[in-house]
């Protein structure tokens, strides 16, 4: 059982998934618009949200992310 201290705030954790993100596409020595061109539906602005902690990636396409960057899920 954790505790209310072990709850990570849902900013800190949007953050952590957008450097994460970030890391795997240069990694991959990909643009925001690259990556976006890869994902049905995205744009290069909505890269940018992603990677900077400011929006979710919608739970639908976080396959879809895992496979043009060759992660897992």
């Known amino acids: 059982m954790s505790s209310e201290s072990d709850i990570v705030p849902k900013e800190e954790t949007l ?3 957008g450097e ?3 890391e795997a596409r240069k990694s991959k020595k ?3 618009r690259a990556l ?3 994902i ?3 744009s290069k602005t909505q890269i ?3 990677e900077k902690g ?3 990636i919608p739970r639908n396409l976080i ?3 895992a496979q043009a960057l060759d992660v897992s899920p």
């Open 15 to 17: 953050k952590l998934i």
């Open 20 to 22: 994460r993100l970030r």
């Open 30 to 32: 990909l643009s925001q």
């Open 36 to 38: 976006a061109d890869k």
């Open 40 to 42: 049905k539906g995205q």
């Open 48 to 50: 940018c949200d992603y």
């Open 54 to 56: 400011r929006r979710a």
């Open 63 to 65: 396959v879809d992310f």
